[in-house]
C-alpha cells in the first residue's frame, strides 16, 4: 500500500543547515511535495519535484530525491529560528488522485 | 490574489450534533480538497472534489459528507458527532485534480466535540 514516513523530532542550532528525510513506498509517485505547517495554521507549499529529477534547488531549500531506495529529504541552508514548525512530505499515490502525507517531522531550533 | 478561506476558525459542538464547515477556494480553482488531522492520525483524506462532483474518498464513515458549488466553494458535514471527530479540518483548492499538481491549503477549522 502507499505509506510515507518521516522521522517526529529533529532539533538543530541556529544558523546549522537542516535535513529532514522521508521515505515512500510508491514507486510510481509522480509528484513529492514538501509543506510547512507554523502552530494555528494550515499547510505550506515549500517546493515540490518531479520523479524524473534528482535535486531542486530553491534560495535555503534544497530537495535531493532518491527514487531507487525512495528517499526524499529537503535541507535548509542557515535554519533560522522562524524555520520552527512541522514539515510534511507528501506523494502523489499510484491512482494519481490524491495526496499521502506523511506524519510530519518538528523542526525545533536551538540558540 | 485571495488564499483558500476557511469558516468558521474555531467551533465547539456537543455529541450527536452536527455541524457544517465551509472552504473557499482560490479564484480559478476548481478541485477541492478535504483532510483531517489529528495528533493521533496526522493528516488523512477525506474527500476531493472538481467540478461539483466528488473524484476520490478517503475512509472515513458516511457520517462525513461534501459537496461543491458552481462556483467551487465547497462545504463538509459532520453528522453525529463523536468525540473522535475533535480535529483540524483543513480545505486544499488546486487548479487541476489534486493527484496532477500541488494543493494550497487554508488556515483550518479547529473542531472541538464535547
Known amino acids: 500500500g502507499e505509506d510515507v514516513e518521516q522521522s517526529l523530532f529533529l532539533s538543530v542550532r541556529e544558523g546549522d543547515s537542516s535535513v529532514i528525510n522521508c521515505t515512500y513506498t510508491d514507486s510510481s509517485s509522480t509528484y513529492l511535495y514538501w509543506y510547512k505547517q507554523e502552530p494555528g495554521a494550515g499547510l505550506q507549499l515549500l517546493t515540490y519535484?518531479?520523479?524524473?529529477?534528482d535535486m531542486k534547488q530553491d534560495q535555503r531549500l534544497t530537495v535531493l530525491l532518491n527514487k531507487k531506495d525512495k528517499h526524499l529529504s529537503l535541507r535548509i541552508a542557515d535554519t533560522q529560528t522562524g524555520d520552527s514548525a512541522i514539515y510534511f512530505c507528501?506523494?502523489?499515490?499510484?491512482?494519481?488522485?490524491?495526496?499521502?502525507f506523511g506524519s510530519g517531522t518538528r523542526l525545533s531550533i536551538r540558540p | 490574489k485571495a488564499g483558500v478561506t476557511q469558516t468558521p476558525r474555531y467551533l465547539i459542538k456537543t455529541r450527536g450534533q452536527q455541524v457544517t464547515l465551509s472552504c473557499s477556494p482560490i479564484?480559478?480553482?476548481?478541485?477541492v480538497s478535504w483532510y483531517q488531522q489529528t495528533p493521533g492520525q496526522g493528516l488523512q483524506f477525506l474527500f476531493e472534489y472538481f467540478s461539483e462532483t466528488q473524484r476520490n474518498k478517503g475512509n472515513f464513515p458516511g457520517r462525513f459528507s461534501g459537496r461543491q458549488f458552481s462556483n467551487s466553494r465547497s462545504e463538509m458535514n459532520v453528522s453525529t458527532l463523536e468525540l473522535g471527530d475533535s480535529a483540524l479540518y483543513l480545505c486544499a483548492s488546486s487548479p487541476r485534480l489534486a493527484g496532477s499538481y500541488e494543493q494550497y491549503f487554508g488556515p483550518g477549522t479547529r473542531l472541538t466535540v464535547t
Open positions: 507528501a506523494e502523489v499515490g499510484s491512482s494519481a488522485s490524491k495526496i499521502i
Open positions: 479564484s480559478g480553482h476548481r478541485s
Open positions: 519535484i518531479f520523479s524524473n529529477m
